[in-house]
Each structure stands twice: as C-alpha cells, then as structure tokens.
C-alpha cells in the first residue's frame, strides 16, 4: 500500500522512535542497578505470546511514560506491544478511539530480555511505525524503524541504528561514560559471496526442534559446498537470543547469512510452542533493506506477518544479494528435504 506519510513526516517520526528508545534505555539502566538478577530473572507472567519478565516490566512503564509526556501533539497512534495482550487497546494520546488513529506503531520494549537479565549480551529495544490500516497491516507497512542497544553493565557504549523507508540507515553510538554523548557510527554488511571460516547461522535455541534443526544446516552446507576429503565445509554459528541481536550482527559485518525458521520445525514435530520469533522481533527489518541486505521469507518471497504479538514468523538474512543467489536454491532444496 502506497504511503501517504512525506518524507518530512517520516523523519520527524524517526526521531520521535529515537527518542523513545534513548528514554527507555536511560530507565533501565537507572532502575537494574537497584535489583539482583534473581529478581530481574523473576517470572512476571505467562502470555500468549511470550514469558514476562520483571526486567520487562521496567521497560513497558518507561514506555508508557514517554508516549504520555511526548506524544500529544503528533498523529494519533495504536500502541502493539510485546506484553500487551491483543484485547488491549492502547493508543496516544492517551484514550483516542482506535479508529481514529493514524499510525500503528509495534514495538518490543526488550528484545534479548534473558541475555541482558543474565548481564552476558546486549539486549534491544526495537520499534516500526506503520500507517494504520488496523487488521489490514503487515510487515510491509513499516515506514520508520528504530532500535537502540541495551548493554550489558561491562559495556561503555550503546548503538541506535534507525532509517525511513528510502532514507538510508542511519546509525549513533552513546557513550555511557560520558552522560549519553552521541558519535557516528558506520556500519557496513559484509561483501562477501560466500560464508566459508565465517558465521552463518540456523537459530536453534532451545532443546525442542534443535536436533531437526541442526540436521537442515548441517544438509543446508553440504548441499552448498559439498564435501572436501570426507569433512563437512567449516562454518561458524552464533546463537544470539535476539532477532534484533542478530539483525545488528549481519547489518555490522560480523554475520553473513542467519535463518530462523523454528515455526517450521516445530510444525514439522507436531510440536506446539510459542517461544519463536513474533512480528514485533521482526519490526526492525526495514533497516537491513536500506542497508542492502535481503531479508525474506523461507520461501524466497517478501516477509510478510500481520502486525500482531503472536504469530509466529519465519525469516532468512542474507548480507547482500550475491550471497543470496549463491544460497537461496540450496536453501528452497534443503527445506522440501528437511523440514517441509
């Protein structure tokens, strides 16, 4: 759907996400150091779409906060919310009628939440703006992105990577040592046509599926390269527990090639289980298209979800096109093989 939002009203918009992310950040690395990490770890509450943590719920309040206090004179918006259940109706400012707003905005207020509650890798606060087009919009909608890093307490800098559609990545590191100062920071995905002694990565982080999963890359690999004196090609994976953990790893050049396609293994195993990707992990893929990379579904189409916190989504990255073409038949191959 062609979108009525100029390009001025898309960046003011990027901003304001910018802004949203800085303000939450700020309050979650004020309010950690006040609590151990059995009480960050402690179970909030069970949703249809994900476990709640209290480190969670530090970062919904700062949200809320910030909406309250900086968003009474921008376009109406419906907030969609890891943590929000669907019945919820929450819009800024604060009471308007669903109907009545103009932007659909989907964020997850803490992407990596067991690995930062753990202080053992960055989390990310992720966010996409659409047009509001109510049950109607999907991924593809997304015309502004933001996502702001969460580092763990060793760190002295956090990244925010944010762009609009066909304005190019834009990329700031905070310097946490110096009262959030703000540098520029260049990102580059890899150029590479091949992942051989680098990290390409089928997401498996969880024992359900992780066997199915590990015999479609090892098969994914062999299919790609074959076998050289009896030994498979050498490759590295990362488990990063993040969907935006993992975007920033391709958008920076440490990654080249990662697929999450879990909601098909556990389809495959007849297994019913909630923890994977949801639409809101996945808010931020706008940024890997206006870096070059292809982001697409398993089966080579656009990836699309409806803007909702609980279907499941399944996603490829590749860190540009000529990595996508040497892959993707191999891919499409292994999946009928393995898992379809």
């Excluded at 964020?107 to 509001?132: C, E, F, V």
């Excluded at 110096?178 to 969880?206: C, G, I, K, M, W």
Aim: proline residues 5%.
């Amino acid at each position: 759907m062609e979108s009525n939002l100029s390009s001025e009203k898309k960046e003011a918009l990027r901003l304001k996400l910018c802004s949203l992310e800085k303000f939450v950040l700020e309050r979650i690395l004020i309010e950690r150091d006040g609590y151990k990490t059995d009480q960050l770890a402690a179970v909030s509450e069970e949703t249809a779409a994900d476990v709640i943590y209290a480190i969670d719920r530090i970062a919904d309040a700062a949200i809320k906060d910030w909406f309250d206090q900086n968003w009474d004179n921008a376009p109406p918006v419906q907030i969609i919310m890891e943590g929000l259940e669907e019945s919820e109706a929450l819009t800024f400012p604060n009471g308007t009628p669903i109907e009545a707003t103009e932007l659909k905005c989907i964020i997850d207020p803490i992407d990596g939440t067991r690995g930062i509650m753990y202080d053992k890798r960055s989390a990310w606060i992720l966010a996409g703006i659409a047009p509001q087009r109510e049950s109607a919009n999907t991924l593809a909608d997304i015309e502004i992105a933001a996502m702001t890093e969460i580092p763990t307490t060793r760190q002295w800098r956090a990244d925010q990577l944010s762009a609009y559609r066909g304005g190019g990545l834009k990329s700031i590191a905070f310097d946490l040592r110096n009262q959030f100062s703000e540098t520029s920071l260049t990102l580059q995905p890899s150029q590479a046509d091949q992942v051989l002694h680098a990290f390409a990565t089928v997401s498996r982080f969880f024992p359900e599926a992780c066997t199915l999963l590990a015999e479609f890359e090892e098969a994914l690999w062999q299919e790609v390269y074959g076998r050289e004196n009896g030994k498979n090609p050498l490759i590295f994976n990362d488990q990063y527990i993040s969907t935006g953990g993992q975007f920033y790893e391709v958008l920076s050049g440490h990654d080249r090639f990662i697929a999450d396609i879990r909601p098909l293994a556990f389809r495959k195993l007849g297994i019913e289980n909630k923890l994977a990707c949801h639409p809101y992990d996945v808010a931020c893929a706008l940024l890997l298209e206006e870096a070059g990379c292809i982001i697409e579904g398993p089966d080579g189409q656009p990836l699309s979800c409806p803007l909702d916190t609980i279907s499941p989504v399944s996603w490829v990255v590749y860190a540009n096109a000529s990595l996508a073409a040497t892959i993707q038949p191999a891919f499409k191959k292994t999946l009928e093989k393995v898992l379809l």
